[in-house]
């Protein structure tokens, strides 16, 4: 079982695209205590950082806090989360949840993945960043949006998607908070070209 170390959210403004608040937890893993060398090179998180950390259980309480704190709790307020694919919310975290006999909070099941297009069979069926132009020409359901919009399918993430859009990269890859980081770079990067956003993720 792989489990969650590090749990980061930024809350983006989606009409200014600026930054408003954090979330940036670490998580003490109970299944697997140890990090492998593996994980600490790939993410640069080392022992000292979780251990001692709340479990996820702690920490998916403290999510939901802070999501009522920012008001994203409101049935008045729209807000759905980013992400560089469909990973993280479509399998890390409802299989760790599920191993451990957690509840998965709704506001966790719709995402918009920022490297993909809205799925074969959904009302628009149009890429989640395309220009309203492009939309309008554009109508093929399962488009994918990067290669739609830059030409081409970003294989390395978020390395990719700066490079096509001549952004620098913040941070280090696979550091979540850096990661939220260059997402919404990218997404503010997008949005004043034109481009708009939408859920690709399908109901669970």
């Known amino acids: 079982l792989q489990e969650i170390i590090e749990f ?15 979330f940036h937890m670490y998580v003490q893993p109970v299944v697997h205590p ?13 022992q000292a950082m979780v251990d001692g950390q709340p479990s996820l259980q702690q920490v998916l309480e403290r999510v939901d806090e802070w999501m009522a704190k920012e008001g994203l709790l409101d049935p008045n307020v729209k807000s759905i989360f980013v992400t560089c694919g469909d990973w993280d919310l479509k399998v890390m975290l ?4 599920q191993y451990l006999g957690l509840p998965v909070a709704d506001y966790f099941k719709q ?23 492009a939309q309008r020409k554009e109508n093929t359901p399962g488009v994918k949006a990067y290669s739609f919009a830059m030409g081409c399918w970003p294989k390395n993430g978020l390395l990719d998607m700066n490079k096509g859009l001549s952004l620098q990269h ?33 109901p669970f």
């Open 8 to 22: 980061p959210i930024l809350k983006l403004n989606g009409r200014t695209m600026e930054i408003e608040s954090t």
């Open 34 to 46: 140890q990090l492998t060398p593996f994980c600490t090179e790939l993410t640069g998180i080392i």
């Open 94 to 97: 409802p299989g760790q949840c």
């Open 111 to 133: 995402w918009i993945n920022l490297k993909k297009g809205s799925s074969p069979g959904t009302a628009s069926g149009t890429s989640c960043y395309q220009s309203e132009e």
């Open 170 to 202: 913040i941070g280090r890859p696979h550091s979540g908070i850096d990661d939220c980081k260059n997402i919404a770079n990218i997404m503010k990067t997008l949005a004043y070209r034109g481009f708009i956003f939408k859920q690709t993720s399908k």
